[in-house]
Each structure stands twice: as structure tokens, then as C-alpha cells.
T-cell receptor
Framework: DTEVTQTPKHLVMGMTNKKSLKCEQHMGHRAMYWYKQKAKKPPELMFVYSYEKLSINESVPSRFSPECPNSSLLNLHLHALQPEDSALYLC?????????????FGEGSWLTVV | KQEVTQIPAALSVPEGENLVLNCSFTDSAIYNLQWFRQDPGKGLTSLLLIQSSQREQTSGRLNASLDKSSGRSTLYIAASQPGDSATYLCAVSALILTGGGNKLTFGTGTQLKVEL
């Protein structure tokens, strides 16, 4: 089962709201990722967690706060977002953080900031 | 900074045709290259992974090649079908040596339409 599950599929939030995106995988993968994809553009890396530790933050604004509670779960906490943050947020995972394994993506969470 | 380009940006072909999608990258120091498919409004589906030491990978009607020294990869789709219509993305991977994980840099994508 090569499945990465993301919830919610769609989220509309105001600029003063606090919300979270959730991601789960049960493949025993130890690296998890958040990507952001704007319309008609390729995905761009935001965060990488390897063995539950933050490995990379691609200079993402602090209004996005990642959390990895355990090896199966990855959250993205959202606060005081801007309309330009509206995008498809993709979660992904790979088996091992130190080798070139296939990276599996979820279906994404569509975020609209109003 | 790694830059990945895909040509063509869009392609429309009749059903049954064989086709080639191209991907080029500027920095040959990659760990592997992965091809994905993305349907409208959906996530990414992994198609093929080629390690940097490999030249070719095959899965069903798909064949991907990699020439690391020249910074090029191609995805060959045989006997195309309407169900192949999607956006195809290549992505090159670099290992994050300090903390672990893979950093994917995506190409600009090729939007494929296979017509009946």
C-alpha cells in the first residue's frame, strides 16, 4: 500500500484564522515532506522531516508551522495567512532519509485564503 | 541552483502514437530522477525512478532514460491512450546530507492530451 493520506481535501480560511493540514502514511517511511503548488506551476519544497526531526526549512514564512508528532504523521499549522498563500499543499513521504528512494505524494489539500 | 526544464510544454497526439517527453537539468550532481504524472486537481503519481548510476527504467508502456553527464532524461510512452492525458513532471533529487531527506526540484511539466 503506497498511500499518503491528506486531510482536509479543501479548506477555506480567513486571514485571521488558525487551521491545520494533516498528513498520514503507514508505509514505515522515515522522511516526510510538505510541498506547495500554485496553479500551472511545479511543486516547490517547503519542509523536510527526517526521523521526526526538521531537516530543511526552505525559508518558509513563520505563518506556516510544521509539526511531526510521530513517524506516521505530519501536520502543517496555518495562522495569519495571506490570499497569495492560496494553493495546493502536497504531503509526501519516502522510505529513508539517506538514500534515493521513490517519493510518494498524497492527493493534496486545496487551500483558499479569503 | 538546479534548474529543470521540460520540452514541450504541451503536446496533443492521436491515440496509438508513440511519444517522447524531454527533461533537462543544469546540475549533473543528482542522486536520482523521478517521473510523475499529475491529473487535473490531483496529487502526483510516481511513474518511474532512475538512480544516477542507471541509464534506463521500464514500466509497462513507459520507458525512461537518463544521461546524467549531458543533463537529460526522456520519457517514452508507447501506444498512447486517452487515459494517458495528464501533466507529466520530471524531478531531480539531491540528498540532504546534513539532516536527511531528498530535495526534489521539479521541471516545468508537459501537458499531454491524447485524442480519440
Amino acid at each position: 500500500d503506497t498511500e499518503v493520506t491528506q486531510t482536509p481535501k479543501h479548506l477555506v480560511m480567513g486571514m485571521t484564522n488558525k487551521k491545520s493540514l494533516k498528513c498520514e502514511q503507514h508505509m514505515g517511511h522515515r522522511a516526510m515532506y510538505w510541498y506547495k503548488q500554485k496553479a500551472k506551476k511545479p511543486p516547490e519544497l517547503m519542509f523536510v522531516y527526517s526521523y521526526e526531526k526538521l531537516s530543511i526549512n526552505e525559508s518558509v514564512p513563520s505563518r506556516f508551522s510544521p509539526e511531526c508528532p510521530n513517524s506516521s504523521l505530519l501536520n502543517l499549522h496555518l495562522h495569519a495567512l495571506q490570499p497569495e498563500d492560496s494553493a495546493l499543499y502536497l504531503c509526501a513521504s519516502s522510505q529513508d532519509g539517506f538514500s534515493g528512494n521513490t517519493i510518494y505524494f498524497g492527493e493534496g489539500s486545496w487551500l483558499t485564503v479569503v | 541552483k538546479q534548474e529543470v526544464t521540460q520540452i514541450p510544454a504541451a503536446l496533443s497526439v492521436p491515440e496509438g502514437e508513440n511519444l517522447v517527453l524531454n527533461c533537462s537539468f543544469t546540475d549533473s550532481a543528482i542522486y536520482n530522477l523521478q517521473w510523475f504524472r499529475q491529473d487535473p486537481g490531483k496529487g502526483l503519481t510516481s511513474l518511474l525512478l532512475i538512480q544516477s548510476s542507471q541509464r534506463e527504467q521500464t514500466s509497462g508502456r513507459l520507458n525512461a532514460s537518463l544521461d546524467k553527464s549531458s543533463g537529460r532524461s526522456t520519457l517514452y510512452i508507447a501506444a498512447s491512450q486517452p487515459g494517458d492525458s495528464a501533466t507529466y513532471l520530471c524531478a531531480v533529487s539531491a540528498l540532504i546530507l546534513t539532516g536527511g531527506g531528498n530535495k526534489l526540484t521539479f521541471g516545468t511539466g508537459t501537458q499531454l492530451k491524447v485524442e480519440l
